[in-house]
């Protein structure tokens, strides 16, 4: 009877275990599929306290909580709280939490980005995999590996050994079906193809496409199928390559997924373009056009609204304050009525109190203008001038078609100048969307927009200087003033300076935050800004006495051009 009686206690426990574990999953699962939160990260924290969960559950809670941070863009915030969860798995000999930790951190800089330290970060892990024999982990990070040489594009040999790898281990693994397993043969055909072995690259890509289609992914069938499509072009088998790259836009148009049915129309366009009917080659890129124009007005219009929606909001708490006010004085002046003289300071209070009142009307309708004004000039200033160089480009596009010239260039002048017109347009919601931007945030935006911009000047070397010892705090305002003076210095440095190097170097001391770029080109004469129009310089001294900041223009012919902003 006893022994009966202790099995019916221990399928009790068992079970109840096995449901908290699967209500925990459910959770960490719910979690992840929402938006990412500050409350999310409380809420994980707490329950890190208030249980005792196994080893294995821990691990979970705590990935899910580097992936809130990650999703939230709080890389500092992220990188302390891995380094922290490492000493402990360190302390506690507990491999498994350290390798997962090491790759989290791996992934945490390459975001940031910072791809060498993510390599080493993800070899560490494998380092200790390997010791463990946690494939899954070692199946990951060899894929990362491979991926971040292969974007590189200095040791194909390397990453094609990386992705090797990672498919030997999903088959152990029993996730080559996966998602991730499909990945692995698709970046492993697109190295086969960088390095012009076409006939392995073919055949990955078939295989590619058939699982895909297997798993019945219509997102990964049309992200394979238009990378087919680039291989068959690039073999010269047009036919195939048009109809492949047409498959594969119908699926994206389908799923609606306006990402992938841009790149899409860009691959269909090149393939035409490269078997020589420029004319549905310009058709396609005038779609694919379109809908930058779409998603640039869909997004301007939805900024707005919600521009429009907190001015709203906020003229309805004023009023109702007053209106709160108002009545609580009105009831003052009540219950003050049977006293003469308590009631003429009443009436008196409330006149100064109305004035007052009308003054915060004024002041706010006059902030709410010239915020207006500002966002105005900013979408003139800049996304009005990179939509006039679009519209030129289309025209010179059409232009070459009616003298049936050939146009791959001005169809790569027109890509870039809607991928600058996206860009500029996603810094800008970026700033506006923040009413406070840290310094450090600030200049490492500045320093990724840096790097997109010197892909089109491959000769010029970037260098990065940063010594932030203080917490300084920018509005939207100062960020989005401060950001344009800097885009028009890095394009004046890039365009007219001449110079192999583009210094960007930042400082904070106090409460006083500074930003340098420099140049060693052709330099100017330093008179020459006072003398003539120089619209840019103009314009970027108006913006520095907006935000009160100080600017200091450094130049001299044959030594270079250095601005200094302080704020």
């Known amino acids: 009877m006893k022994y009966r009686i202790s099995i019916f206690f221990f399928f009790i426990f068992f079970k109840s275990a096995a449901f908290a574990q699967n209500k925990l999953a459910e959770k960490l699962a719910f979690i992840e599929k929402n938006q990412p939160s500050e409350e999310n990260i409380k809420e994980l924290k707490a329950l890190l306290i208030s249980s005792e969960l196994p080893a294995k559950e821990n691990t979970a809670v705590h990935t899910v909580i580097v992936h809130q941070y990650q999703q939230l863009r709080q890389w500092d915030s992220c990188l302390h ?22 790759k989290l951190l791996g992934n ?32 990951q990070c060899y894929h990362n590996i491979g991926s971040v040489i292969l974007e590189s594009g200095t040791d194909y040999e390397e990453a094609e050994k990386n992705f090797q790898k990672a498919i030997q281990l999903s088959k152990l693994n029993k996730t080559d079906t996966s998602e991730l397993g499909n990945l692995h043969y698709r970046l492993l055909a697109t190295l086969y ?21 297997q798993l019945n992914d219509s997102l ?39 990402d992938m049915e841009q790149t899409a129309l860009g691959y269909l366009s090149r393939c ?50 007053i209106a709160a006010i108002k009545a609580r004085k009105e009831k003052q002046i009540y219950i003050t009525a049977f006293a003469g003289l308590l009631l003429l ?11 007052r009142s009308d003054r915060q009307k004024a002041q706010l309708h006059r902030q709410v203008q010239d915020e207006k ?41 027109v890509k870039d100048s809607s991928r600058q017109l996206l860009q500029t347009l996603r810094e800008t919601i970026w700033i506006l969307n923040k009413e406070q931007v840290s310094a450090q945030d600030f200049f490492d935006k500045l320093v990724d927009y840096a790097h997109r911009f010197l892909q089109s000047y491959p000769e010029i070397a970037l260098q990065v200087k940063e010594e932030f010892t203080g917490h300084r705090q920018l509005n939207s ?35 006083f935050f500074s930003i340098c770029i420099a140049d060693r080109g052709k330099g100017f004469d330093g008179l020459e800004t006072t003398n003539g129009e120089h619209f840019g310089l103009k314009n970027m001294k108006q913006r520095a006495k907006e935000i009160n900041a100080e600017l200091t223009i450094d130049a001299m012919k044959g030594e270079g051009v250095k601005i200094s902003i302080k704020l």
């Open 477 to 511: 305002n100062e960020a989005l003033q401060l950001f344009r003076i800097c885009q028009e210095s890095i394009t004046n440095s890039c365009k007219y300076a001449g110079s192999k190097t583009l210094e960007l170097a930042a400082k904070t001391a106090g409460r």
């Open 272 to 321: 035409y373009a490269q078997a020589g009917n420029y004319k549905e080659a310009y058709k396609y890129l005038l779609e694919q056009n379109g809908l930058y124009q779409k998603r640039f007005n869909t997004d301007l219009n939805s900024k707005m609204s919600e521009a429009e929606a907190r001015f709203k909001t906020s003229e309805l708490q004023h009023e109702n304050d």
């Open 345 to 355: 300071a009443g009436f008196a209070f409330y006149y100064f109190y109305q004035k």
């Open 81 to 102: 709280y891995c380094q922290r969860q490492i000493a402990i798995a360190q302390k506690q000999n507990n491999k498994p939490a350290e390798a997962a930790f090491y």
């Open 373 to 413: 004004e500002r966002l105005s000039r900013d979408l003139h200033d800049n996304l009005g001038s990179q939509m006039a160089l679009l519209s030129n480009n289309i025209e010179n596009l059409d232009s070459g078609y009616r003298r049936q010239l050939v146009i791959n260039d001005n169809i790569a002048r």
């Open 108 to 139: 945490t800089c390459y975001h940031i980005p910072d791809k060498s330290k993510a390599v080493a970060y993800w070899r560490k892990c494998i380092s200790i995999s390997e010791t463990i024999n946690d494939n899954l982990q070692l199946e």
């Open 220 to 258: 990964l069938i049309a992200e394979a199928l238009t990378f087919y499509s680039g291989l068959l072009a690039a073999e010269k088998k047009f036919d195939k390559a048009i109809e492949t790259a047409r498959e594969a836009l119908l699926i994206s148009k389908k799923i609606n997924k306006l």
């Open 193 to 213: 193809t960088e390095t012009h072995r076409y006939e392995r690259a073919d055949s990955l890509y078939i295989h590619v496409v058939a699982r895909a289609r």
